[in-house]
């Protein structure tokens, strides 16, 4: 099952006061494990920055006016995230209002609701007690944020990654060894190239265990049904 992470940053909490994104951050994962797939984009908000905004992000208009605007980038945007995958979001109202916005304004489709997995949410029902910002996550279930001077799109979206596998029930909850994980890169284009990562290392066992435990099997009697299987 193909999921994306997804993080913004914005001018302010308010797309219908004419608040616009300045940042989107997207990670992919498969049967739960990240692929190594990410889309990430700074946007020409094409308005000023308010200071409390700036404060969270370390955004400046300086720096923004230079990369380009949401309507330059909506098409790679759409092709990664596609059109079935849930959107794994922390707060998602807030985010999905943001894109919903950007969208309507260059008249492409919105993006539908039942698509959100909001894991805002679902730390509320897992855990009785908040916080429940991403910080407070982190620290319950001991996940690194030391790279996290300042709010940021993409590397939010890593660290969520990270909190959403453990609102599951833990990082190693959905391994997804049925199928084998593949590392997928988004062309511009829209084209998904696939590169298989490298076949698993070798048994550490050495001839001398393996006898050993044939041995042991051998004492159990013909009831050990998995004697066949060594």
């Avoid at 308005?47 to 404060?55: G, I, K, Q, V």
């Avoid at 400046?60 to 059109?83: M, P, T, W, Y």
């Avoid at 590397?155 to 969520?160: G, N, R, V």
Wanted: charged letters at 30%.
């Amino acid at each position: 099952m193909r999921e994306i992470v997804l993080d913004t940053e914005t001018t302010g909490l308010d797309p219908n006061k004419g608040d616009r994104l300045v940042e989107i951050g997207c990670v992919e994962l498969l049967n739960r494990i990240p692929t190594g797939a990410t889309f990430h984009a700074y946007l020409n908000p094409e308005r000023d920055m308010p200071a409390e905004a700036f404060a969270v992000h370390g955004l400046s208009i300086d720096f923004l006016k230079n990369h380009k605007r949401f309507a330059e980038v909506a098409d790679d945007f759409l092709n990664f995230i596609g059109d079935e995958a849930p959107l794994v979001i922390h707060n998602a109202s807030f985010d999905h209002g943001f894109l919903c916005a950007e969208l309507k304004r260059i008249d492409r489709p919105l993006i539908a609701r039942d698509r959100l997995v909001d894991t805002l949410a679902l730390a509320r029902r897992k855990h009785a007690a908040g916080p429940y910002n991403l910080d407070a996550l982190c620290a319950k279930y001991g996940i690194d944020t030391s790279r996290r001077t300042k709010h940021g799109a993409l590397l939010d979206s890593e660290i969520l990654a990270e909190v959403y596998l453990e609102l599951l029930g833990g990082r190693q909850a959905q391994l997804g060894l049925t199928e084998s994980v593949a590392e997928r890169i988004v062309s511009r284009d829209g084209t998904v190239k696939v590169r298989t990562r490298p076949a698993a290392l070798p048994s550490r066992l050495t001839d001398a265990e393996r006898t050993a435990h044939r041995e042991f099997i051998a004492t159990l009697g013909d009831q050990a049904i998995w004697r066949n299987y060594l």
